[in-house]
């Protein structure tokens, strides 16, 4: 890694692990090379890019970064998902690009950045709406047991 992206250097699990300042557009015109890869659940991104390079993809999601890998979808033309990750993501197939290849006009892949992101939330308040109900009707159920008893 560049010295001038090191933002700090922290020792876990005996290793050390150098978390960067360095945002997709820095990546992007940057001096590494990326070969085209497509990224499962278990992969890892392995370049670079903030303190999300050793962390598998599935847990990056259970993290909720997905507009990081939402941008570095549109943002990095070698790098693409599985379906499954690309419709957790919110991209549709309407609004997949061919790969290799990127959305260069920063404007435009902002709103398509936001579009995806929109999804995502919609996606979340109705799992949390069902997370509820479901609840409720637990609670609902455990006062019927226990008014039987």
Do not use: W
Not at 37 to 57: A, E, N, Q, V
Not at 80 to 109: A, C, H, Q, T, W
Request: proline share 1%.
């Amino acid at each position: 890694m560049e010295r001038q992206f090191l933002l700090e250097e922290k020792r876990l699990d005996n290793r050390y692990y150098y978390f960067s300042k360095m945002d997709i557009l820095d990546f992007e015109n940057s001096t590494y090379s990326v070969n085209l890869r497509k990224l499962t659940r278990k992969s890892r991104l392995g370049f670079g890019y903030r303190d999300i390079k050793d962390i598998t993809i599935q847990d990056i999601l259970i993290m909720n970064k997905h507009k990081e890998l939402i941008k570095i979808y549109f943002g990095l033309g070698k790098i693409n998902f599985i379906d499954d990750i690309l419709e957790e993501l919110g991209i549709s197939e309407d609004m997949r690009i061919p790969k290799p290849g990127k959305i260069v006009d920063y404007d435009e892949r902002d709103k398509v950045v936001a579009k995806a992101l929109k999804v995502v939330k919609e996606r979340k308040k109705e799992e949390v709406a069902a997370f509820r109900k479901m609840a409720q009707e637990m609670r609902e159920q455990q006062k019927s047991d226990d008014s039987q008893k």
